[in-house]
């Protein structure tokens, strides 16, 4: 007993501390909060969610080899509705005029006009990520801005689907308030409970967005999902101290509730917050490093929003406390004691039930499908890329692409890969080094001699063979030079 009086002394201590010493807290939080506001902007927002993937992945291996030995532009699949294939013919030089467009495909078959609608293959001149791309991008969306026009496109595909993201979870984030306040509308004590609620969560969002910036680097996903993740994970935090500084209040004054209220919610909140960590810390050690990401935000998310409860929220509940006082009601929430004597009344079938209702689940869990492409999830409300999409797919049929790396150099054992791909059902087309024909005769990997070189390229045998020299000794092959 005498130990558990001497813990109970020393966070009552530690309580009337922090709130004697509430207005030096004040200024603190205060010069935080500045900091985090200026700070929100510099923080820096990686778009490409490949670079969270573990460093020994198959993916990411493959990634990484393509960007050091290949130069991947961009591209865009461009589909203009009703229109004539002479018209369509046209807006090809227009297209290609366009600065920092490459190449665009366009013909008369089927893969690029059916019905009156055409289809463009761009191609731009620097890589998806570079400005170069979405400016040529842009472009193009102007010159076709007089038509009937869509556009499937990874450029700048990033950064709008971070934008539309953050939308939507900004927009979640007031419909998570608005349930929350009528929800405490409903079940507290005193109207004016809620501005201490919501104050004391704002600041706490505001430090963890703005101390964002001591990471560096954060995902897109994370900086759009964090608050709304930080409501639901940390909100409960700030309700029990308010509950219990109103059950303290009912017998003592206020400044004398918060302090006993907070020394009795310090052990209480801190275990409680010890279970959320644990399972945020977890996230860490996820070989996708994305886990790491959201997990040491909303580590630190909690931290804040502990700090927050802990030190502010005894100052703003007493800030409040003559408006909390005069702002009582009665509680609205039902009596709902029927729960307890139905579970008790059902004890010997709830059970056995749950366990057969568990084993059904856990059979049917792996039947489970999951969809790893976002673009082929449905919603409710689609994005301007994803109804362009559908429309090119509608007409045009669907084009996956898979890169396939191979050591060069065997262009045989290339050549023959290549025709046993087209022989798969479910493959169109297969492109590579060894099947790209110059004419009936070759193909570009094809060894000719200097004799058939001069014949397909109508050049005097003598250039040729000086050609053949040249590239024999820049390869450092110097037996067939001499």
Known sequence: MEEKKEKGNFWLTVATFIVNKRKAIYVLFFIAIIYSVVSVNKVSVNQDITKYLPADSETNRGL?????????????RVMVSNITYTDAQKLVDELEAVKGVKEVAFDDSEDHYTGTNALYDITFSGEEEEQISKDAMNAVRETLADYDTYVSTEVGAEEETSKALAKDMNLILVLAVIIIVAVLLLSTKAYMEI????????????????????????????????VVLQLALAIDY?????????????????????KVALSKAIPEISASSLTTISGMVAMMFMQFRLGYDMGIVLVKAIIFSLVSVF???????LLFAKGIDN?????????????????????YIIPPLFVLVLVFAFLKSNGCEYIYDTSSVESAKKSESKIAQEKIEGAFGTSNQLVVMVPRGNYEAEEKTLKEIEKLDYVDSALGLANVSINDDYVLTDKISPRDFSELADLDIEIVRLLYVAYAYNQEQYGPVF
């Open 64 to 76: 990484n080899l393509m960007e050091e030995q290949f130069l991947t532009y961009g591209s865009a």
């Open 195 to 226: 501005p201490v609620l919501l104050i004391t969560f704002g600041v706490a969002a505001i430090l963890n967005k703005g101390t964002n910036y001591w990471l560096g680097t954060i995902s897109s996903v994370t900086d759009s999902i964090a």
């Open 238 to 258: 700030a309700i029990i101290l308010c509950d219990r500084f109103m059950e303290e209040h009912e017998t003592m004054d206020a400044e004398s509730a918060v």
């Open 311 to 317: 030190l502010l929220m005894p100052g703003i509940l």
């Open 327 to 347: 702002s009582h009601h009665r509680c609205y929430v039902p009596n709902i004691t029927f729960a307890g004597k139905l579970a008790n009344k059902t004890k």
